[in-house]
């Protein structure tokens, strides 16, 4: 299985602020890579597709980059609706595999 | 908007067997393209894929879970279904149902899913 190695597992932002997220694949998986934010008790929500494809509907704060085994999501300006958790997943290769998560709180 | 609802039993027994159904509003079940996904997330943990399966029956499972999992579609009722036998107290997780979409065998996202239903299993 292809492991997802998100870094950091938590960080403290302020709104306003610009917060970058990492994703490392065990191996290369080109740019099979989505990101979903999930909100406490609430179900994931599509952010990003294709390493770099915002999802319709989506506020353009959001970005994401990368290719191969690293990959980043970047919030420009951090909102306070952005204080979620976000994960990566890979879609190389089956099974599927997400990352750990990264919580975003409020410093 | 297509919209997911999951449904069924929140407790239980281990060595049972677990049955969720994730209803489909808002559009079909048979609409080409499109997976329908079981996915679960263990208290305060990451998110596992358990498998899908498209309209017309053919699926695929994770291998961890292959021998204990089945995932059945009913397009008249828009219904489509997830059983895991032999359950036990690691078997305890929200679990989702989310739609899969394929652009290619390749890049696949899942968008939307349904809000979860909490399993617990226990005697």
């Known amino acids: 299985d292809i492991q997802m190695t998100q870094s950091p597992s938590s960080l403290s932002a302020s709104v306003g602020d610009r917060v970058t997220i990492t994703c490392r694949a065990s191996?290369?998986?080109?740019?099979?890579l989505n990101w979903y934010q999930q909100k406490p008790g609430k179900a994931p929500k599509l952010l990003i597709y294709?390493?770099?494809s915002l999802q319709s509907g989506v506020p353009s704060r959001f970005s994401g980059s990368g290719s191969g085994t690293d990959f980043t999501l970047t919030i420009s300006s951090l909102q306070p609706e952005d204080f979620a958790t976000y994960f990566c997943?890979?879609?190389?290769?089956?099974?599927?595999?997400f990352g750990q998560g990264t919580k975003v709180e409020i410093k | 908007q297509v919209q997911l609802q999951e449904s069924g039993p929140g407790l239980v027994k281990p060595s049972q067997t677990l049955s969720l159904t994730c209803t489909v509003s808002?559009?079909?079940?048979?609409?080409?393209?499109?997976?329908w996904t079981w996915i679960r997330q263990h208290p305060g943990k990451g998110l596992e894929w358990i498998g899908y399966?498209?309209?017309?029956?053919?699926?695929d499972y994770n291998p961890s879970l292959k021998s204990r999992v089945t995932i059945s579609v009913d397009t008249s009722k828009n219904q489509f279904s997830l059983k895991l036998s032999s359950v036990t107290a690691a078997d305890t997780a929200v679990y989702y149902c989310?739609?899969?979409?394929?652009?290619?065998?390749?890049?696949?996202?899942?968008?939307?899913w349904g809000q979860g239903t909490l399993v617990t299993v226990s005697s």
């Open positions: 989310a739609r899969r979409y394929s652009r290619s065998s390749l890049e696949n996202w899942f968008d939307p």
């Open positions: 399966i498209y309209y017309s029956g053919s699926t």
């Open positions: 808002g559009g079909s079940i048979s609409s080409g393209g499109y997976y």
């Open positions: 997943q890979q879609t190389y290769s089956t099974p599927w595999t």
């Open positions: 294709a390493a770099s």
């Open positions: 191996q290369s998986i080109s740019n099979y």
